[in-house]
């Protein structure tokens, strides 16, 4: 399975962005659907966003749609989510994942038990 790495997280003000990025180990990147995941304190792991393996289409969770983007860069292996419009509610610790096949139906990134790796995670933090 493909190893990742994320970075770029932060503290920053209610209203401010914040874009993470997610290194993959290996060309494998390029295969897989990815997605980003979140987790606050005292709460269970939330979907936040799906790309296709071949970039073209994005699936997003309710709480985020219209305010961040992901994308992808599969020469340089790497995923990315930019954060807009920040609120204290999107405080947690993301992290980035890819599931245990490659291709197949990104949707269906939105249920953990699909995913196969995950970074480290890094945090997020929106002060108000």
């Known amino acids: 399975q493909v190893q990742l790495v994320e970075s770029g997280g932060g503290l920053v003000q209610d209203g401010g962005s914040l874009r993470l990025s997610c290194a993959a180990s290996?060309?494998?990147?390029?295969?897989?659907?990815m997605g980003w995941f979140r987790q606050a304190p005292g709460k269970e792991r939330e979907f936040v966003a799906s790309?296709?393996?071949?970039?073209?289409?994005?699936y997003y969770g309710d709480s985020v749609k219209g305010r961040f983007t992901i994308s992808r860069d599969n020469p340089k292996n790497t995923l990315y989510l930019q954060m807009n419009s920040l609120k204290p509610e999107d405080t947690a610790v993301y992290y980035c994942a890819a599931p245990n096949q490659p291709y197949g139906d990104y949707r269906r990134m939105n249920d953990a038990t699909s995913i196969g790796s995950w970074g480290q995670g890094t945090q997020v933090t929106v002060s108000s």
């Open positions: 290996d060309h494998t990147f390029n295969f897989y659907n």
């Open positions: 790309i296709s393996w071949i970039g073209g289409t994005t």
